[in-house]
């Protein structure tokens, strides 16, 4: 099983540019996520998915849309980015939401927008 | 809405020192509580967790102990290694909903 995986690792973007982050996961989860890690802020979900075809914001979610395209795919797009989206981006997915399921996460991508 | 407030670090301790990191958590309902570590370079991975008050979860050594009457969750571990450098992070997950809430992490250095 390769778990939870992220595309892609590293990007440079300038300001104003769009990209993609895909991410898939192979252990049949129901709900998906998609956080950003800043320096001193611990993570903070942009937008999750609790279950194939439906997608809620989290605590961040401007600048940000998500699509969850099968079961096993969530990808996050920046549609026009800003210095201010320079992060490190990790995906997670869980069997039955949050409540007591662990979180299993991405090795992440660090984005750097200039 | 629901919260977690974790020691600040870094935190330098030589090998074979005692560890503690604080956690306290602020929720309305009863939440599941974690304790995830973020090796360098690496995502998180689950460290510990607990689902009901006075629940001791345990793992590579650590412990914590879930505790409604402080509302805390502090992570110990007796004797560290330099190969438990990382970062560490609390959590919550309230029942009610799908979500994650961490602290802000606290950087753990072991050195030889």
């Known amino acids: 099983n390769a778990g939870v995986t992220q595309t892609p690792k590293f990007q440079v973007l300038k300001t104003g540019q769009s990209m993609t982050l895909q991410c898939a996961q192979d252990?049949?989860?129901?709900?998906m996520y998609w956080y950003r890690q800043d320096p001193g802020m611990g993570l903070r979900l942009i937008y999750y998915?609790?279950?194939?075809?439906?997608?809620d914001k989290g605590e961040v979610p401007n600048g940000y849309n998500v699509s969850r395209l099968n079961k096993r795919e969530f990808s996050l797009r920046l549609e026009s980015a800003a210095p201010s989206q320079t992060s490190v981006y990790f995906c997670?997915?869980?069997?039955?939401?949050?409540?007591?399921?662990?979180?299993?996460f991405g090795p992440g991508t660090r984005l750097t927008v200039t | 809405g629901d919260s977690v407030t974790q020691m600040e670090g870094p935190v330098t301790l030589s090998e074979e020192a005692f560890l503690t990191i604080n956690c306290t958590y602020t929720?309305?309902?009863?939440?599941?509580l974690f304790w995830y570590v973020q090796y360098p370079g690496e995502g998180l991975q689950l460290l510990l967790k607990?689902?009901?008050?006075?629940d001791k979860g345990s793992n590579k050594g650590f412990e914590a102990t879930y505790r409604k009457e402080t509302t805390s969750f502090h992570l110990e571990k007796g004797s560290v290694q330099v190969s438990d450098s990382a970062v560490y992070f609390c959590?919550?997950?309230?029942?009610?909903?799908?979500?994650?809430?961490f602290g802000a992490g606290t950087t753990v250095t072991v050195r030889a």
């Open positions: 997670a997915s869980s069997e039955v939401g949050g409540g007591a399921a662990e979180q299993y």
């Open positions: 252990m049949n989860h129901n709900s």
């Open positions: 998915s609790a279950s194939e075809g439906t997608t």
């Open positions: 929720a309305t309902g009863y939440p599941s």
């Open positions: 607990a689902t009901k008050a006075d």
């Open positions: 959590a919550l997950s309230d029942r009610s909903d799908y979500k994650l809430s």
